[in-house]
């Protein structure tokens, strides 16, 4: 079981841009996503990527705001985020499954979170 460990998140602006990273221990062949959760509410899906890309899948609320990518040779994921707004504020996590979807339960492997906050 590999462990996930996320980095990049912090304080920006509404509109602002940022880009969070995901990268595994070592390599894994599933799929990889994001999710987040802001506090009192319940875990968010946000994006997902299969090992080779053919299977990629957005959130209804950052569809065509949010970019996933992946890096298989570093094993990592990342995350582009454009035009931020104060609700995106929440605690990201990097997860990894056998399935691209936004079913929780498919994801068996969790990183620690990366803090984005974004301010109005």
């Known amino acids: 079981q590999v462990a996930l460990v996320e980095s990049g998140g912090g304080l920006v602006q509404a509109g602002d841009s940022l880009r969070i990273s995901c990268t595994a221990s070592g390599p894994t062949l599933m799929t990889m996503a994001w999710f987040r959760q802001a506090p009192g509410k319940e875990r968010e899906f ?9 299977k990629t899948f957005y959130g209804d609320s950052v569809k065509g705001r949010f970019t996933i990518t992946r890096d298989n040779d570093a094993n990592s994921i990342y995350l582009q ?22 079913y929780v339960p498919n994801y068996s492997n969790w990183g620690q979170g990366t803090q984005v906050t974004v301010s109005s």
Not at 46 to 54: E, H, L, R
Not at 81 to 102: F, I
């Open 46 to 54: 946000v994006a997902s990527m299969s090992w080779g890309g053919g």
């Open 81 to 102: 985020m454009n035009n931020l707004k104060p609700n995106d504020t929440a605690l990201y996590y990097c997860a990894a499954g056998p399935r691209s979807n936004d």
